[in-house]
């Protein structure tokens, strides 16, 4: 299967951490990674875009998102390329900037189904390795402490209750949504239990993850809350008494 073009790292030794952020759907896992990304001079890499990537070409090609074998051969010839910007990665399948049309319901739902075959998620963790391998890197998703990175330098797996995440997302469609807040909280519902009950690499936190729930948390008090994680497991790291053994 196709690599993936590594994201190019400035060689300073502030730059060689590796942050991983899990969580289920609507935590604010972007929105955090963003912000650490920017106050601690590190490449963002958002895994979601790169499943998604995917299930818009699946989409696209009228594959049903239950066919494993099908999906699987379609990954063999498969690109996706996360390009870092200023606020969002680019994220590029076979060479075509599809950034713009994978932040759709639609869009998100396929990513979540075609993401529980093992094939497919072998693949993506090796290109998720792969862009990270350097360092410098903060890296969301759903497994990224447990599986992708599992000797992140600091891990953060970032929750909220359903109805709380689920009213996020429904306030990110904008004025005259298509659809009720009772069906986006259907929908995430939905997807909580697929993530967290799929047989390979299911969500759950990192034993030596911080947990931060977001839940009665305003934005700012998530991200200071994130900062000071991530600022404290510098500070041990760097300490004589606190090397990575």
């Known amino acids: ?14 730059r060689k ?22 106050h601690f001079g ?14 818009l070409k699946a989409l696209r ?4 998102l239950d066919d494993s074998a099908g999906l699987e051969e379609l990954a ?4 996706i390329r996360l390009e870092a910007g200023d606020d969002e990665n680019r994220v590029l399948l076979d060479d075509e900037d599809v950034t713009g049309l994978i932040r759709n319901q639609t869009v998100t739902d396929a990513a979540s189904r075609v993401s529980v075959f093992p094939a497919i998620r072998a693949w993506m963790v090796h290109l998720q390795q792969e862009m990270g391998a350097g360092g410098g890197v903060v890296m969301e998703g759903r497994d990224i402490g447990t599986v992708v ?3 992140a330098d600091a891990k953060i797996f970032l929750d909220a209750a359903p109805e709380v ?22 929908d995430l519902h939905a997807r909580d239990e697929r993530d967290r009950n799929r047989a390979d690499s299911p969500l759950k936190p990192a034993e030596d ?3 931060l729930d977001s839940t009665n948390l305003s934005l700012e008090e998530v991200v200071t809350a994130a900062e000071e994680i991530v600022a404290a497991k510098l500070a041990h790291e760097s300490s004589p008494t606190g090397q990575k053994k």
């Open 76 to 79: 063999g010839s498969t690109q």
């Open 165 to 186: 995440r689920g009213m996020r997302r429904f306030d990110q469609l904008g004025e005259k949504p298509a659809v009720q807040p009772e069906d986006v909280i259907r």
């Open 17 to 38: 951490i590796i942050v991983a952020i899990d969580g289920p759907a609507g935590a604010g896992k972007s929105t955090v990674a963003r912000h650490l990304a920017r």
């Open 149 to 151: 990175f599992p000797h």
């Open 42 to 55: 590190l490449l963002n890499l958002e895994t979601g875009a790169m499943y998604r990537g995917f299930a």
């Open 209 to 211: 993850a911080v947990l």
């Open 61 to 64: 090609q009228a594959l049903p």
């Open 1 to 14: 299967m196709s690599a993936v073009e590594s994201l190019s790292l400035p060689a300073s030794p502030a």
